[in-house]
């Protein structure tokens, strides 16, 4: 095995995670995960055998080395992300992932790769693979105290975030079914707590459903006793069971089973016949003070006619 210790890391870029702006925020959550581009030297490369990859037109398939093309890719990301390395950082990249093979191929092999990655950077043809992936980034500033703690908020609200939109995509594809807390919950496999919390958020959401339920098919037989009710002549009196069962040709036990819905009408009725009997009934109670009226009689005295 080659000796790799001399090999400097910290001299270059090892991700282009450098790249995103913190706004003085201790983390970033993204709304989808994001990729990133990296290398990074494996504890060890499996295998000798051989992959299928497509070509560039995607009409041909070739078998390529399993150990090239993670040597390739780690070698390209490199340049990719420190385009100042020299080509002999590149080769000391491409002899230390040869240690970590497991069957490390031969330095004719290694020659070969470092003459074609000279060649793809000096043609601006470096492509890089997005290899890593983060659903949040903590902020570098943050110290290594406080970088633990900021990660288990930034993962709360990653959960959470989850779980709201996990709720969203439900409440999408929800249909015309009748909407509750307890089948929603159901369908989320979520607690009935757990959905509570979110159903403030969620209330426009939940509106659109509710909106979208079907309306309960219209009862015939009350909607024609409401209609003789708010028709009736108040000069034969209020309505009673006979006289609605008469009017409809409905039994008598089936209009009292209505009763409880018919109660409102049946109030409106009965204030309309009370104004009516104030309107009409000339003996109706005096409504002013009797006193008031005797002082205005005083105050006019009768005229004596003198012979």
Known sequence: MRETSDFDFLKFRTKNTDTIDFKGKDYILFDEPMSFVSFFIPNKIYGAGYINKTNCIGLKEYRIDQRYYFMMQQAVNFIYLNPEAKQKDVYKLLTILNCKCVNPVNDVFLGDMLK??????????????????????????????????VMGVANGELKRRRTLNRLKLILTNWGLEKY?????????????????????????????????????????????????MVKWNLDKGLPTYADLATESGLSLDTIKSYGKYLKPIKQDLKKKQKNRFKKYNFFAPFDGEVDSTVSDIKKIQPTSRTA
């Open 116 to 149: 074609e990655l000279v060649k793809l950077k000096a043609d601006n043809k470096i492509e890089p693979t997005k290899n890593l992936e983060r659903f949040y980034l903590i902020n570098p500033k943050i110290s290594k105290e406080n970088t633990k703690k």
């Open 180 to 228: 509750s807390n307890y089948k929603l919950a159901t369908r989320a496999s979520l607690t009935l707590k757990t959905i509570e919390l979110y159903t403030p958020i969620l209330r426009d959401e939940i509106t659109k459903i509710k909106k979208r339920e079907p309306k309960p098919k219209e009862n015939k037989s009350l909607s024609k006793l409401k209609k003789i």
